[in-house]
Structure formats: C-alpha cells, structure tokens
C-alpha cells in the first residue's frame, strides 16, 4: 500500500502541478494580454502622419500599457521588467516594418514575461532526472497590433461646419490648414461653423454640456442635430480648453486644459491662407513668441506664453478676455503637462442644408473666447476619416466611414 500510494502521489503531484503552474500562466497571459492591448491601442492612436508622431506613439504606448498589472496584479510585474520603447514597434499599409512616422499604420506592442516560478513542476524534474524539461521558470509572451479604422459612432464637438458651396467630400471645398470662421451668433452661411446640439434639442444648456467633459458621445452619420438658442455659458467650458479659468472656476485638475493653451489670430500668426498654424511655419511679421501648434504643445506652453494672470490683458494675440483672470502653468512642470489632454484638436459634424450629419472634419481649435457670442476661428485640418487626418477621436468601431478611432486588429 505504501508503495501504490508513493506512486499515485507521483501522478497526482503532476496533475497538481499541471493545475497550479499552468493555470499560473495563464493568469499572467490574460494580464499581460490586456497590457498589450492598451499599448497598442494608445500607440495607435498617435499615428497621425506627423513628424514626431512615432515619438508620441511609443511614449503613449508605454504609459498606457505599464498602467496594467501583471503577475496576479502585481505593480512592479513582479520586479521581471516591463514595457519599453524596443516592444513597440510600426508597420505600413503593407504590414512591413517602417521607421517613417508618414507611413506608419499599425503599431505592434510585443512583450515578453520572463523569469516566472514554477512551483511544482520544477520538483518534476527531480523524479524524472529532467531539468530541462521541467525548469524553475517559465516565460510568458502577448502580442497586440492597433490601427486607426473608421467609427460607426463618434464623440465630437457640438459644432457643424457647412461645406462651401460646389464643395463636396472629401474636404468640402477647404484647404488644410485654412481658417474657418466660427459664429457665435448669426446666419450661419456655406464656408462657415456653428452652433449644434448633438443630441437634437434646442437647449443652450446642453450645448454647453456637450462642449464640457465628458461631451457628447453616440452621434452617427444621418443623425439631425439640433440648432440651440442663445449661447450664455459656452464661453467657460471653450476656453478650459485653452488653461483659462475665471476666478470663480476650478482650476485645470478638473477642467483640464489642452497640453498647451497658445492661441493664434492674425495679429501674431501673419501666414497666408491656409495659414497651417498646426504644423507649419509662422511668415515674417508673426509675433516673437508665434510658432506652430506641434512646437507650442511639445513645450507645454500657456495662452499667452507666460503663465501669469491675465489681469493685465493679453498682448500677443490683441483678445481681451474680460472676467478670464486665471492661466494653466506652463513648462514640463506645469499645469499644462500635469491636467492636460489633446482638447483642442476636435472632430467636427459636417452638416448639409437640413441639418444632418453627412461627414466629420478634423479641426484645430485657434482662439478662445471673449464671449458667448462672439465669433472665433479653427483651422480645417481634412476629413476625419482620412489616414492622414491628425484627429482620433472616441466612439464605437466597425463603421463603413467616419471620424477614426483605435481599433485591435490582432
């Protein structure tokens, strides 16, 4: 008997072990899975054609993919190492590997878990004089590739722009990089934006609300949108985006601020129609302080260049803000690069003479305002289902055409 029991307890080890050990990969597969999965969907939703769009892809896919816990949720992975820059990597149209941030297409996060105990398979090895087999550790990979793909809903701004006339798709009779007049109060015409409720009322309020964190999601081709009535309060909710508060506000670790609040308007931006202030290069005549969008937000820089309260006026961009006193901090320190997301970078309804949805645009919003009514401008940055749009926006995936959103596609 005691011979028959040593024996079957051989056997029942194994099976223990193949229980405890395996099923302890397996836990460490999914988390390291689900780690993959954010990485590659943050990385992806970088890949925007830009110059510097590799850079911010692999950053966003280290931070958002290191969030995860791996090893029954450990933090530090169980001290075996996590994410870094060699784990991600891009492809093209063709899934071939590129290092050209214009091509970029997919983005693959690869990692692998290594050095993990064996509890019980290991002592295996000992009974069948195996130890290569059956090894004290044991490694764990996860793969994930993410691209941008077209939404069937989306999460944009409560503005229609309306194609210009004899304008039609994919830009609508617009130039990227052309500035488009905003009306805050008036008959909107062809060639300009407006006001519009995503959810099809005529409430001010909820224009507002829309504007504001978290917005407004859901909204799909065909969709009718709203026309709201006299804007009051939307000034307060646009110009957060831009790090300004007036003295009554939170400040922008609850109404959080773009990564930078640089405006831009004729007075210190001098370049020609399309003026390009996202990416290009600022004329002769332009302000000191004036560069592109892409430069202002890598330095994380304020409103007004300064950080300090605008109690004293703004004198780069000639706007006088009236009751907006308070500025985000800017520099790699401040509150620019603590709160902030990309907020002035919107997706945009494109509307036809009824009132209905019949495309997106990608804008840049340029100027915040001095009033509920005014009117102010963005910059047309092409369709938002382009490839080459700079715009990701949020919303549910697997649609036919749209503003582009991350997708897993492995």
């Known amino acids: 008997m005691i011979v028959t029991v040593s024996l079957v307890l051989l056997f029942l080890m194994g099976f223990m072990a193949i229980a405890l050990d395996f099923g302890h990969l397996f836990v460490v597969k999914t988390e390291l899975q ?6 590659a969907l943050a990385a992806a939703q970088e890949l925007d054609g830009e110059s510097n769009a590799l850079t911010r892809a692999t950053n ?17 992975w169980s001290s075996q190492g996590k994410i870094v820059a060699a784990d991600i990597t891009f492809k093209d149209a063709a899934y071939g590997a590129t290092a050209a941030a214009a091509n970029a297409r997919y983005a693959q996060c690869q990692h692998t ?11 295996m090895g000992a009974f069948a004089n195996d130890a290569t087999t059956y090894t004290n550790t044991q490694n764990v990979l996860a793969v994930a590739v993410a ?17 210009k006339t004899g304008g039609t798709a994919p830009n609508y009779g617009f130039a990227i990089g052309e500035w488009v007049n905003m009306l805050g109060n008036g008959t909107q015409v062809n060639g300009e934006m407006g006001w519009y409720n995503l959810d099809g009322s005529n409430s001010a309020s909820e224009t507002k609300n829309e504007l504001g964190e978290p917005g407004y999601c859901g909204t799909k081709l065909g969709d009718t949108l709203g026309t709201p009535g006299a804007q009051t309060t939307v000034d307060t909710v646009w110009n957060y985006r831009f790090g300004i508060y007036k003295n009554s506000d939170p400040g922008p670790s609850v109404n959080h601020p773009d990564f930078s609040g640089y405006a831009y308007t004729s007075a210190n931006w001098k370049n020609a129609s399309p003026q390009n202030a996202w990416s290009g290069t600022p004329a002769a005549g332009s302000d000191p302080t004036a560069a592109s969008f892409m430069a ?19 004198g780069i961009t000639g ?9 985000a901090t800017p520099g790699a320190g401040g509150q620019h690069n603590l709160y902030g997301f990309s907020r002035r970078l919107v997706t945009a309804p494109i509307v036809d003479a009824s009132n209905k949805v019949i495309d997106y645009a990608c804008m840049f919003m340029l100027q915040p305002l001095s009033g509920p009514t005014v009117t102010v401008q963005l910059e047309f940055r092409g369709n938002g289902g382009s490839t080459s749009s700079p715009c990701t926006t949020n919303g549910l995936a697997g649609g036919a055409a749209g503003p582009l959103v991350p997708v897993l596609v492995r």
């Open 34 to 39: 689900t780690a993959m999965d954010s990485c």
């Open 60 to 76: 966003a896919g280290i931070t958002a993919g290191n969030l995860n816990n791996v090893n029954f949720q450990s933090s530090s």
């Open 113 to 123: 878990q290594s050095g993990l105990n064996m509890w019980l398979l290991q002592s």
């Open 147 to 163: 691209t941008r793909a077209s939404a069937q809903t989306t999460c944009p701004i409560p503005i229609g722009l309306k194609p």
């Open 296 to 314: 202002k937000r890598a330095a994380f820089a304020s409103y007004d260049d300064t950080g300090t309260s605008l109690n004293g006026g703004d």
């Open 319 to 327: 706007l006088k803000l009236n009751s907006f006193k308070n500025l």
